[in-house]
């Protein structure tokens, strides 16, 4: 596989807003799809979508300690994201 083709899925998952926010907001600390839909202005139907796409992408890891679902960004690429609202220059 290319180098093209494995980062494909990569840049559709950051090209969504929504999915910029969620793993900025992941970025700062884990939490859980409940959790996200309090703070983010779509339901837990929604995150739970946003979130399916983002760990396909491998661009976000799932933890399930217990029932409660976490969603933590790639180790170390939280330092890397600018505050929410804001995209990389």
Excluded: C, N, Y
């Amino acid at each position: 596989m290319t180098a093209t083709a494995q980062l494909a899925p990569v840049f559709a998952a950051l090209g969504d807003d929504m999915r910029w926010a969620i793993l900025t907001r992941l970025g700062q600390a884990p939490a859980s799809a409940s959790a996200l839909a309090r703070e983010l202005p779509i339901s837990r139907q929604a995150i739970v979508k946003h979130l399916e796409l983002l760990s396909a992408a491998k661009v976000a890891d799932l933890l399930r300690p217990g029932q409660v679902l976490l969603r933590l960004a790639v180790t170390g690429f939280g330092v890397l994201l600018p505050p929410p609202g804001q995209r990389p220059a």
